[in-house]
């Protein structure tokens, strides 16, 4: 009985997680709306672009002090494989890209309420191991074949933004890996298995120490616009609306300033 | 054939039914909603694009040169297992099962750690000859080894420990020496055995992912192969390739496991 009782509640789990799809699938499937509808609480699911890892980690920390009944889930990932997830029905409740293409292709699905707002905008660094091994000296240097160099893909909004600073400069670049999120670049660089990566500053930041950046010209004329916007189907609106208005807010301000990120 | 035996089959209770039922349904369903989503209209087409057609190619070079490293490193692996009275060869056998039951992402994670750039056998390959194998097809091949081998080495073992070791001791007697007598007798004698491990060693290898895009990372043509291609592809929010990709790799799955059921019901 005990053993059918378990084998059940295992079938069940599997059969969950498969529905929502994602690697975040149990997390979401168990989202509670919350009873209450004055105070916002209960659990909000918040899909967002890697690059806001750090801070919206930080975030989530804040808001335990002032919304102490919330409790903030993320699925960090790349904004358009998050985007992909919820046009095939993930569940969740809050969206935050690195770019508005990814955003524009979640309002066009109709998968979002209102319109979204821009809370902080980012921009590119050329960032190398500590003690730059390539002797990397700017961006011509990414289209040396003997360097590693890794990018990201260019459907993702790092990607998209890193082809536009290449076309800006006239370099073709030698990537050998295309990462499908900027973490993953960033990491490679950090660990010193790439000599080179164009990764968000915010994400240079991040890695403290063991990444330095190069000073490459004119990289803050191409800035990414983060949008945020609560989701059409969002299981807790109410907490949904109260993370926005926390990343669009005062403590959003403050926390992702202090990351690195542009007021927008 | 016993018609009584029949009914009895028929009588199946409730409480494993339903459970079977379930159970099939999480399995089959998902490939199932693959096949209704296909863009079926677009398939050719996709199939024969660029990408589509260079990760198959890639990952048809690198499954296949995995399961020949896998094959010569296995097979002696499962011959000391099988056949020698090695001090700790449960111990190693525990060892060389691992990546069968380890998350590949652990693996790629391990495999940087020591053979990437700064790891502990990768820095001196680099410091020494200026070798670095992330992001090479060589990385590929490794990461395939490192999780498909276990595959070959226990269907390999498997099939030592049933063979008829009387044929060996006569070959002894003769005179063979241990190495003609493992050529001449050994081998031949467990050749199915060798054959249906190195083809799970290569569907395995061909469906690798976690320790592929950790260790080697994700290039058009040098380490992106189909698997990766199929991720890359639903991340860059292009859903209808990863389905493709997904429906090429189930159908190469289908034809492996339909090609070994024989073998696998004759030896069950």
């Not at chain 1, 240079?204 to 945020?228: F, I, L, R």
């Not at chain 2, 070959?152 to 044929?167: Q, W």
Request: glycine share 10%.
């Amino acid at each position: 009985m005990t053993r059918a009782r378990l084998a059940l509640t295992v079938t069940v789990a599997a059969l969950l997680t498969v529905a929502c799809g994602g690697d975040d699938g149990d997390s979401a499937a168990a989202a509670d709306p919350g009873e209450a509808s004055q105070v916002p609480s209960g659990r909000v699911t918040v899909l967002a672009a890697a690059s806001l890892t750090e801070s919206f980690e930080h975030l989530a920390d804040e808001l335990q002090t002032t919304h102490p009944d919330l409790e903030i889930v993320y699925s960090f990932g790349s904004s358009s494989g998050l985007v992909e997830q919820l046009l095939s029905g993930a569940p969740a409740d809050v969206l935050a890209t690195a770019d508005t293409t990814t955003m524009d292709e979640a309002v066009a699905g109709g998968v979002v309420d209102g319109e979204p707002r821009i809370f902080a905008r980012n921009t590119l660094a050329l960032a190398v191991p500590a003690g730059n091994p390539g002797n990397v000296t700017g961006l011509a240097d990414l289209a040396n074949e003997d360097l590693r160099v890794a990018i990201c893909e260019p459907q993702v909004p790092c990607g998209g933004a890193a082809q536009r600073l290449l076309d800006a400069a006239g370099v073709t670049a030698a990537p050998d890996t295309l990462t499908t999120d900027v973490k993953e670049a960033a990491s490679l660089v950090a660990l010193g298995e790439a000599d080179a990566a164009l990764i968000y500053l915010t994400d240079a930041a991040a890695e403290g120490d063991a990444v330095e950046t190069v000073d490459v010209p004119d990289a803050e004329d191409v800035v990414s616009d983060y949008p945020v916007a609560v989701l059409a189907d969002a299981p807790n609106p109410e907490g949904a609306r109260a993370v926005v208005d926390a990343i669009t807010g005062e403590p959003g301000r403050v926390i992702l300033g202090e990351a690195g990120f542009l007021e927008p | 054939m016993n018609p009584t035996r029949r009914t009895e089959d028929l009588r199946v209770p409730a409480g494993l039914l339903i459970p079977a039922a379930l159970g099939v349904a999480i399995l089959v369903l998902p490939m199932a909603g693959l096949v209704v989503r296909a863009p079926w209209s677009d398939l050719p087409s996709i199939l024969a694009s660029d990408e589509v057609l260079t990760a198959l190619r890639l990952s048809l070079v690198t499954a296949t040169v995995a399961t020949a490293a896998a094959l010569a490193c296995g097979v002696p692996i499962a011959w000391l297992l099988a056949r020698t009275t090695l001090p700790g060869r449960s111990v190693l056998r525990g060892l060389v099962t691992v990546p069968l039951v380890l998350p590949p992402v652990v693996g790629g994670v391990a495999l940087l750690m020591v053979f990437g750039r700064r790891g502990l056998v990768g820095g001196w390959l680099y410091d020494t000859f200026g070798i670095s194998l992330p992001f090479t097809t060589e990385a590929v091949v490794l990461a395939q080894v490192f999780v498909a081998m276990p595959f070959l080495v226990v269907a390999v073992e498997g099939a030592l420990r049933t063979a008829d070791r009387r044929y060996d001791d006569v070959a002894a007697t003769l005179g063979a020496t241990s190495w003609t007598t493992f050529r001449r007798v050994t081998l031949p004698a467990v050749t199915p055995g060798v054959l249906a491990g190195a083809v799970l060693c290569w569907a395995r290898a061909l469906g690798e992912f976690g320790a592929t895009v950790t260790f080697a990372g994700s290039f058009p043509g040098t380490t992106r192969t189909l698997p990766l291609e199929a991720y890359v592809a639903i991340n860059s929010g292009d859903s209808d390739v990863a389905i493709v990709l997904s429906l090429l790799m189930i159908a190469v799955s289908v034809t492996i496991l339909v090609g070994l059921r024989e073998r696998w019901i004759g030896t069950a």
